[in-house]
């Protein structure tokens, strides 16, 4: 048996019908990733549910997470002076096609304070003195937790953040590179890549660490 028919088995069998199914095999890391959107039946046992799935997956070392499809993570959204990744977020926040919750918009400059503005979110300016760094992401921190913010999005927020804001954003922070990583990091990408004679360019979105551009994708 193997580990699809496992997961599927098992869900029949709770009287689940599986309305998505996404899976592939990663070679590097010898893992095997599944994604299963399901209904459940009205008389659902969540803690049963998660026990019985355990055991079933013992097998296969399975680890998993089970989310609810509407569920609605709050989310901060940092950017400096572009609007384009920002104007995306929104808009397809605004028409329910990113299922998240925007409820700050935290930036080094005030140029973007009328789009957030425009879709009724609060709009933080904390300008960003270079001698006293610390004081600046002391505030950013205060936001995100005041907020109860589950995800920060870093959309073209162009500062690199200090180890220790990282430290405490360890899982939980998206930053939108705009380059198809893990090539061209850093600054002008678009730049480094014309300089190579790229011809293929693109964006990537990958969870944040202490090196620059280097998280996981």
Request: net charge negative; proline share 6%; glycine share 6%.
């Amino acid at each position: 048996m193997g580990t699809v028919d496992a997961v599927t088995r098992f869900l029949f069998e709770q009287g689940c019908y599986v309305t998505e199914h996404h899976s592939f095999d990663d070679r590097l890391s010898g893992r095997f990733f599944i994604r299963v959107e399901f209904r459940q039946p009205e008389a659902f046992d969540e803690q049963a549910f998660k026990a019985g799935l355990s055991e079933r997956g013992e097998a296969f070392g399975m680890i998993f997470e089970l989310t609810a499809p509407n569920y609605r993570p709050k989310v901060v959204i940092m950017v400096s002076k572009a609007d384009h990744c920002l104007n995306d977020l929104l808009y397809r926040q605004r028409i329910n096609q990113l299922s998240m919750d925007v409820v700050a918009v935290v930036s080094n400059h005030p140029d973007l304070e009328p789009l957030a503005g425009w879709h009724g979110i609060p709009y933080y300016h904390f300008p960003l003195d270079p001698n006293d760094k610390p004081a600046q992401e002391a505030k950013v921190w205060q936001v995100i937790e005041e907020s109860g913010a589950e995800l920060v999005i870093l959309a073209r927020y162009m500062q690199v953040l200090s180890p220790e804001l990282c430290r405490k954003l360890d899982g939980k922070a998206i930053n939108i590179h705009h380059s198809l990583l893990p090539g061209f990091k850093g600054a002008k990408p678009y730049h480094q890549a014309y300089e190579k004679g790229v011809k293929l360019v693109g964006a990537t979105a990958h969870y944040i660490n202490n090196d620059l551009d280097e998280g996981p994708i």
